[in-house]
């Protein structure tokens, strides 16, 4: 498929902030891809276009029954000048699945790293270059078809937008501190917690609010039947150190397939530590926190890579994670990981993919 292009004429016109007044998801670059899809045509008219705001008719069906996917990746500046991706491949997979479960129409995998990498080229001036800065890539697809009555559109938009990130907290590589809600659940089995979609994002705001209010960062979601095991963190998977063993909730239908979650299972395993997907119950989590069986715990994410946890807050009780510090297995793979996005470390997987 073709892509047309038609450039900006005001390209160096939109403020370009300094790396250091970066924060996340704040700012957009001068581009977009779009391409849009009919149950007659299927997928067409490929194009990127100036940055602009989206026409939708006020009876769009992805305003009345969440027929939305995204997904979330980065373009880092390499060591060595170039441009490189991490994993894309399993970003494109997990928005197939995404698009499968809502009932969307799926993209050829080949034509979507096209439309990625070609946007990223044409606005490669808005990758940040300072250490930990990254251009992130939004992929979104949306039901556009004007209708109400709850059955899948026949029309639908893809599209893709990029802007320049800095940090995703603002106490960067520190500890973070996550509240832990017994409440509200984020994802039921049978649902759609694996999926990307915006449903599941929007039904956490409350609570996140909530936690921010006290003071915390985060929430730590529990499972919707028993209010017992532990499942993810808002945006990101979960990593606990208990002794030896690194341990994380299995997948199961409620918990994103995370990108990263997969590469620190893989690179541990690598370095020969015991990895154990299993569930682990909240007061097992707080057990550990009081005995010192629990030596780290730490968040994963495409947006943070590597969030360590100093503090949870259970029953409106806090307590530490062991000495409140980041551990040395977090540093270990955040620096790995790190590493191996920017060029700047081997890369055994194959995970780097450059695009220039």
Same mark, same amino acid.
């Given at each position: 498929?073709?892509?047309?292009?038609?450039?900006?004429?005001?390209?160096?016109?939109?403020?370009?902030?300094? =790396?250091?007044?970066?924060?996340?998801?704040?700012?957009?670059?001068?581009?977009?891809?779009?391409?849009?899809?009919?149950?007659?045509?299927? $997928?067409?008219?490929?194009?990127?276009?100036?940055?602009?705001?989206?026409?939708? =008719?006020?009876?769009?069906?992805?305003?009345?029954?969440?027929?939305? %996917?995204?997904?979330?990746?980065?373009?880092?500046?390499?060591?060595?000048?170039?441009?490189?991706?991490? &994993?894309?491949?399993?970003?494109?997979? &997990?928005?197939?699945?995404?698009?499968?479960?809502?009932?969307?129409?799926?993209?050829?995998?080949?034509?979507?790293?096209?439309?990625?990498?070609?946007?990223?080229?044409?606005?490669?001036? $808005?990758?940040?270059?300072?250490?930990?800065?990254?251009?992130?890539?939004?992929?979104?697809?949306?039901?556009?078809?004007?209708?109400?009555? %709850?059955?899948?559109?026949?029309?639908?938009?893809?599209?893709?937008?990029?802007?320049?990130?800095?940090?995703?907290?603002?106490?960067?590589?520190?500890?973070?501190?996550?509240?832990?809600?017994?409440?509200? %659940?984020?994802?039921?089995?049978?649902?759609?917690?694996?999926?990307?979609?915006?449903?599941?994002?929007?039904?956490?705001?409350?609570?996140?609010?909530?936690?921010?209010?006290?003071?915390?960062?985060?929430?730590?979601?529990?499972?919707?039947?028993?209010?017992?095991? %532990?499942?993810?963190?808002?945006?990101?998977?979960?990593?606990?150190?208990?002794?030896?063993?690194?341990?994380?909730?299995?997948?199961?239908?409620?918990?994103?397939?995370?990108?990263?979650?997969?590469?620190?299972?893989?690179?541990?395993?690598? $370095?020969?530590?015991?990895?154990?997907? &299993?569930?682990?119950?909240?007061?097992?989590?707080?057990?550990?926190?009081?005995?010192?069986?629990?030596?780290?715990?730490?968040?994963?994410?495409?947006?943070?890579?590597?969030?360590?946890?100093?503090?949870?807050?259970?029953?409106?009780?806090?307590?530490?994670?062991?000495?409140?510090?980041?551990?040395?297995?977090?540093?270990?793979?955040?620096?790995?990981?790190?590493?191996?996005?920017?060029?700047?470390?081997?890369?055994?997987?194959? $995970?780097?993919?450059?695009?220039?």
């Amino acid at each position: 498929m073709e892509i047309g292009v038609n450039k900006s004429t005001t390209i160096g016109q939109k403020p370009q902030p300094e =790396d250091s007044e970066l924060g996340f998801g704040q700012y957009t670059t001068d581009h977009m891809f779009l391409m849009d899809y009919t149950t007659e045509t299927g $997928w067409h008219n490929a194009r990127i276009e100036p940055y602009q705001d989206l026409r939708l =008719d006020p009876a769009a069906m992805v305003l009345h029954y969440n027929q939305e %996917v995204f997904e979330g990746l980065k373009a880092y500046h390499l060591a060595d000048g170039g441009i490189g991706l991490f &994993r894309p491949d399993k970003n494109i997979k &997990r928005m197939s699945n995404s698009v499968r479960r809502m009932v969307m129409p799926e993209i050829e995998p080949n034509i979507f790293m096209k439309a990625m990498t070609e946007l990223i080229l044409l606005d490669r001036e $808005w990758i940040p270059k300072s250490e930990g800065t990254s251009l992130y890539i939004r992929p979104t697809m949306i039901a556009t078809e004007p209708a109400l009555g %709850v059955r899948p559109s026949n029309r639908y938009l893809f599209f893709i937008i990029l802007g320049p990130v800095g940090a995703y907290y603002p106490e960067g590589f520190s500890p973070t501190r996550i509240y832990v809600s017994d409440e509200y %659940v984020r994802a039921v089995k049978g649902g759609v917690g694996e999926t990307k979609t915006s449903g599941n994002y929007g039904a956490t705001l409350l609570v996140s609010k909530q936690a921010s209010q006290k003071g915390y960062t985060q929430v730590l979601w529990l499972d919707a039947k028993e209010r017992k095991y %532990v499942e993810e963190v808002g945006t990101s998977n979960i990593f606990l150190l208990f002794e030896d063993t690194l341990v994380t909730p299995p997948l199961g239908g409620t918990i994103l397939p995370g990108v990263t979650r997969d590469s620190v299972i893989q690179l541990a395993r690598h $370095w020969g530590v015991d990895v154990s997907e &299993r569930l682990i119950s909240i007061e097992e989590v707080v057990d550990g926190c009081k005995s010192g069986s629990l030596k780290e715990m730490f968040a994963t994410g495409t947006a943070a890579v590597i969030s360590p946890v100093g503090e949870i807050c259970y029953k409106e009780t806090d307590f530490t994670v062991a000495d409140g510090k980041t551990g040395e297995l977090s540093k270990k793979l955040y620096d790995e990981l790190f590493g191996i996005q920017y060029g700047r470390k081997e890369d055994p997987f194959g $995970w780097r993919v450059r695009i220039a």
